[in-house]
């Protein structure tokens, strides 16, 4: 082959090879221009380099010399379209990358409500002296009404307005007999026999938990709601202070314009017992019960009522929550919208 066909047989394969590594937009295609430019087996350059042997003698040595700097250059297109597409790898999709926007804000979650009604609660009666305590859900029936002065003949022990347990197995620690039967609590009150039951007067507690009740649910009822409970048992406790607490605990929950009454009522726990009612601009609206601990009570838990008295009250956390707050319908709080949820 004249060296003159040779020549431009290089420049046309070292320009072919420089325009198909431009081209190739992923390393797939840059491969793919590798093997058919620098292949060992059968690559073009490999190809043209067969070429040299048919040179004449004389014109060898400018063949040999213009290959080899083909070869080079060849080699060096490779590696700036390889360093070429690896840097794209790195930086990603740096182009429609901007690190000045403002970033997404993470959503903080908090407590429901309910909860952090429940912490207020808890707060606002230990400055008063009283200390939280809990009681389990799943009640017998002695803590649930028969230490409660609710004998078996109480239309509020019939199974249509509780929740009896289909089990008649006692709860494990509970203290009540095996085999007795078991429903969930519909009233925190258990908790005060279970406190009774368990230190000596004087007795400043309060507790806060869930009870439930099969009521249809509307806009005031709810068949598993909360209550707070408080108990004080010492010598001469009189309703006074039962009202005095009561309205210290309304006016730090809900402001100093509440006013608090007590309507005449009956719980066969307490006697007298009161209805509490709180006002609360126009309105007064019914808070829970109240009243003087029932000797019969105080005797159950082996106290003795000519020694000690005390008060107890039950309130809707609920109602409180939602009176505080505007809620209208206390379903509200057990919808889990979050569109609801996050104004608290
Ligand atoms: N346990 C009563 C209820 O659930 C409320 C109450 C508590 C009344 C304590 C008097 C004393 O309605």
Redesign the pocket.
């Known amino acids: 082959m004249p060296l003159a066909d040779f020549l431009s047989q290089l420049a046309e394969l070292e320009t072919a090879a420089r325009e198909a590594f431009a081209a190739a937009a992923d390393t797939h295609a840059l491969e793919a221009a590798r093997v058919e430019f620098l292949g060992a087996k059968g690559g073009r350059l490999k190809a043209a380099q067969k070429g040299l042997g048919t040179i004449p003698p004389a014109d060898k040595p400018a063949a040999g010399q213009r290959f080899n700097a083909v070869k080079t250059q060849i080699d060096a297109d490779f590696a700036a379209a390889k360093e070429r597409l690896a840097s794209a790898a790195t930086t990603g999709q740096a182009a429609d990358f901007d690190p000045t926007t403002p970033g997404t804000p993470l959503v903080l979650g908090h407590l429901h409500p309910i909860t952090q009604t429940i912490e207020e609660l808890k707060d606002i009666m230990g400055r008063l002296g009283f200390s939280a305590t809990e009681g389990p859900e799943i009640e017998d029936e002695w803590h649930n009404f028969e230490a409660l002065n609710i004998p078996a003949s109480h239309p509020a022990r019939d199974p249509l307005e509780n929740f009896y347990l289909a089990t008649a197995e006692s709860v494990a620690g509970a203290g009540g007999t095996p085999g007795a039967p078991l429903l969930l609590r519909s009233?925190?009150?258990t908790v005060q026999i279970r406190v009774m039951e368990n230190t000596r007067p004087p007795v400043r507690i309060v507790s806060l938990g869930r009870v439930y009740r099969p009521d249809t649910a509307d806009a005031t009822h709810y068949p598993m709601f909360h209550?707070i409970?408080g108990l004080l048992i010492d010598r001469r406790v009189t309703m006074a202070d039962l009202k005095s607490v009561l309205r210290l605990f309304a006016t730090s929950y809900l402001g100093r314009d509440v006013h608090i009454r007590f309507r005449p009522s009956f719980?066969p726990?307490?006697e007298p017992?009161v209805e509490v009612d709180m006002q609360w601009g126009e309105h007064w609206i019914e808070f829970?019960?109240?009243?003087m601990v029932d000797p019969n009570v105080l005797s159950a838990v082996g106290y003795n009522p000519d020694e000690v008295s005390g008060f107890?009250?039950?309130l809707g956390v609920e109602r409180l929550c939602a009176r505080r707050h505007h809620v209208t319908d206390i379903r509200e709080f057990y919808k889990n919208d979050v569109r609801f949820l996050h104004q608290f």
């Open positions: 009233q925190t009150s209550q409970e719980f726990f307490t017992s829970g019960g109240a009243g107890a009250f039950g």
